[in-house]
């Protein structure tokens, strides 16, 4: 593991390009910086004002107290949804000030506040006027708390803004949430490490200039704090390898316990949550106890579903043959999916049979990955094809969007450059044809991007699918994969019902329900299934 | 047409009441077994440090700079260990909280006044009894500050477990931003969080006042 990230450090691929080490630090200070820029000119004057005048002190500390309470996560997740900021950078610059504007008020009021009233009474004595003694006295007194309460807020505000890469962000947060999505713990750790580090320094560099913003007198040698420093980096390190190592050391378990609910695995998209409803109530109507999951990408569920901690999982039959065949045979194997749904079925059953994984009957619903484009982009140019795509990106190279693992899936980027000759500038980790890339897309953030042929709101959004006329994709049928120590006689026909009794046009009708109308997918699901006789 | 997204809608509220009553459990109980992990670290790990008084500030350096890994890394790092099970969150969680709380131990330690520990020890209580009835006492006022604060913050923090699957409202707020941008379930969820966390802020000012009647309870 070490030696990896050491070999990961020293990459020169990974000190380049928009995905290099130099461009994610620069993004990730841009956005810390604007970030404590916005908090400071608001919350400064607003703080020192407060204090000043000795009004609302409750309100001040209150909001404080709340401004604790209130999730970054959240605050980012609600701007990145609301259309005047929409997904990317912007929100979490947003989302990143609003964190830091309580603890900076704060600091700015207590520092006023602790001003000493002698100090100020004398001033007012000699004849100072509010504003005078504001900016004579209070100010240059108050400095040392303030200097110190924006140093941990912008410790904080660093370390936080990794969560951008999670609505589509940039930032060193992005190596962490790649990562995670194609479980590259090396990813992770790096980014983990290059962000913990980045916070340290910025620590050690305002630690020096809070030193010299506090008035002379007021200076308090410290200790030297190396050690602790050098402690500290070391736990950092050892907290982020370890639990791989153990982990590895640990071996896999034997499949899904047989006694516990199964849990179903659901990736976060609309028509996965619909699968999964249907699922989980079609075996609970037979008494089979089940539990959902939301997850995000196939690398997180695949290995969870050998370990057993996941137990069934709605899947795209092209799609995970060729990432199970790419898995046990290495990345170079030959594809072994294609347009015929019963051969690669039974490849399929190959592939994951000896990882303790049985695959049921797939359903006659596929939802292929599909690429798109906005309407008026095709229109303008007559693309009808990726093909034409293709050929116009030779002179203009196109942005492409899609889920973070796209880089590394056959069926997208690589497939896009392959099997297309599509030039593409550059690619930007986004969602699995989810609302972060149909949103990028229909903002002219990019230009082509990943979404499912099924998606029920592509035309709302003003973008058309172009026809893949060189078969990029393969069948993806809907098919039910479950940890073989569970996969019971009644469990399969039970599931092979409810695949049975889907078809395309059906799943469109479902996604549309739950993604436009907002339908919750498992009131969808119930429908369904009471309307077919399946509960 | 794209239908009305509204940020607050009650219909959304009493369609999903048991879904928003399992996430709120969920969140509740993570945030107790973080804070109840955390405690037990935090103990053996406060007298460590006050038996080594020389190792007392690195050891409090050293843990700020263990909270500047992101929660989201951490999160992710853990994964390996402990799979889709809610001890990842829980474990992650507990590791900021016990920061929290140590700083707050070992500060809350250092302001009792030496002369009440001379004292104490003129009056031959042995070092034990000294720390049971008398430092631990004096410092609760700040214990009880950092538990409470630790608990806020780890309220927030259990959001960013909905990248595991187990992240109580969080799960809801990640799903709502999945399922295309939904407004009424990303917000509903958000406020609801936030009342939880103040909830417990508010409980736990009444228990410190409870606890240190003499104290005048700090923010």
């Known amino acids: ?29 841009v956005m810390s910086g604007l970030a404590m820029v916005i908090a400071i000119v608001i919350a400064v004057p607003l703080g020192m004002w407060l204090g000043h005048s000795g009004r609302k002190p409750g309100l001040v500390l209150n909001l404080g107290s709340i401004g604790r309470a209130v999730p970054t996560f959240a605050v980012l997740v609600i701007l990145a949804s609301w259309d005047p900021v929409g997904v990317g950078d912007l929100a979490a610059i947003l989302a990143l000030a609003l964190f830091a504007i309580p603890p900076i008020l704060v600091s700015a009021y207590d520092g006023i506040r602790a001003a000493d009233p002698d100090v100020v009474d004398a001033a007012r004595g000699m004849g100072f006027t509010g504003r005078q003694i504001l900016r004579q006295v209070e100010v240059p007194l108050s400095v040392t708390y303030l200097a110190s309460g924006i140093r941990t807020s912008t410790v904080q505000v660093v370390a936080t803004a990794s969560l951008a890469a999670l609505v589509g962000g940039g930032g060193l947060g992005r190596y962490v949430v790649d990562g995670f999505a194609t479980q590259d713990a090396v990813l992770v750790i790096a980014g983990a490490l290059l962000t913990a580090g980045l916070a340290v320094v910025t620590d050690l560099v305002l630690g020096r200039a809070q030193v010299l913003a506090t008035l002379p007198a007021l200076r308090v040698r410290k200790s030297s704090q190396a050690l602790g420093i050098g402690f500290g980096l070391v736990a950092v390190f050892a907290l982020m390898v370890a ?180 030039k593409l500038s550059s690619f930007v980790p986004l969602d699995a044809g989810g609302p972060l890339t149909k949103q990028s897309l229909a903002q002219g953030k990019t230009d082509v991007g990943l979404v499912f042929s099924s998606d029920g709101g592509l035309g709302v959004q003003g973008l058309v699918v172009l026809d893949d006329d060189k078969h990029l994709q393969t069948a993806d049928n809907l098919v039910p994969l479950i940890s073989s120590s569970i996969a019971t006689p009644q469990v399969r026909k039970i599931l092979n019902a409810v695949s049975a009794a889907l078809t395309t046009d059906l799943l469109v009708s479902l996604n549309k329900q739950v993604d436009i109308d907002r339908k919750d997918p498992a009131v969808v699901a119930r429908a369904f299934l009471v309307a077919h006789g399946l509960i | 047409m794209e239908s009305a997204n509204p940020w607050l809608s009650w219909s959304y509220v009493q369609d999903n009441s048991a879904a928003l009553v399992s996430a709120g459990i969920e969140h509740l109980w993570i945030t107790v077994a ?186």
């Open chain 1, 243 to 422: 639990p791989s190592a153990l982990a590895s050391m640990r071996g896999s378990s034997s499949g899904a316990s047989v006694d516990g609910p199964i849990v179903i695995a659901a990736y976060s998209f609309g028509e996965s949550k619909v699968m999964a409803q249907l699922y989980a109530q079609a075996l609970q109507a037979q008494g089979i106890d089940t539990q959902v999951r939301e997850l995000s990408s196939r690398e997180v569920v695949e290995p969870a579903l050998e370990a057993g901690d996941v137990g069934l999982v709605p899947e795209y039959l092209g799609t995970v043959t060729e990432f199970l065949n790419k898995k046990v045979n290495g990345t170079s194997a030959a594809a072994v999916a294609s347009g015929d749904v019963e051969a690669t079925s039974q490849e399929l059953s190959k592939l994951a049979g000896p990882l303790g994984i049985t695959v049921f009957t797939p359903s006659p619903a596929a939802d292929q990955n599909a690429f798109a484009v906005t309407l008026a982009f095709a229109k303008e140019h007559g693309f009808k094809t990726v093909s034409d795509l293709s050929v116009y990106s030779h002179q203009n190279p196109l942005l492409l969007g899609g889920p973070p693992e796209c880089p590394t899936r056959p069926f997208c980027q690589p497939g896009l450059v392959s099997v297309y000759g599509m």
């Open chain 2, 34 to 219: 973080s804070m109840a992990l955390g405690i037990v670290m935090a103990v053996p790990l406060t007298l460590l440090a006050r038996r080594h008084a020389p190792w007392a500030p690195s050891l409090l350096s050293g843990s700020g700079i263990l909270y500047t890994i992101p929660s989201l890394a951490l999160i992710s790092a853990l994964w390996p260990l402990f799979g889709l099970t809610n001890l990842t969150v829980i474990v992650a969680l507990a590791l900021y909280a016990l920061l929290i709380l140590l700083r707050g131990a070992l500060l809350g330690l250092d302001e009792v006044p030496a002369d009440v520990v001379d004292a104490a020890r003129g009056m031959g209580m042995s070092d034990r009894e000294i720390m049971v009835s008398v430092e631990f006492p004096l410092a609760l006022p700040t214990i009880l500050s950092g538990l409470r604060v630790a608990t806020v913050s780890t309220v927030g923090l259990v959001t960013v477990g909905a990248l595991v699957g187990h992240g109580g409202f969080g799960t809801l707020i990640l799903g709502g931003l999945n399922e295309n941008f939904y407004h009424a379930k990303i917000f509903t969820a958000t406020i609801a969080c936030v009342a939880l966390a103040l909830i417990l802020d508010f409980a736990l000012r009444a228990l410190e006042r409870g606890l240190t009647p003499w104290a005048k309870v700090a923010v």
């Open chain 1, 1 to 29: 593991m070490i030696g990896q990230l050491f070999a990961w450090f020293t990459d020169p691929a990974n000190w380049t390009g928009p995905n290099g080490i130099p461009t994610r630090l620069a993004q990730h200070l």
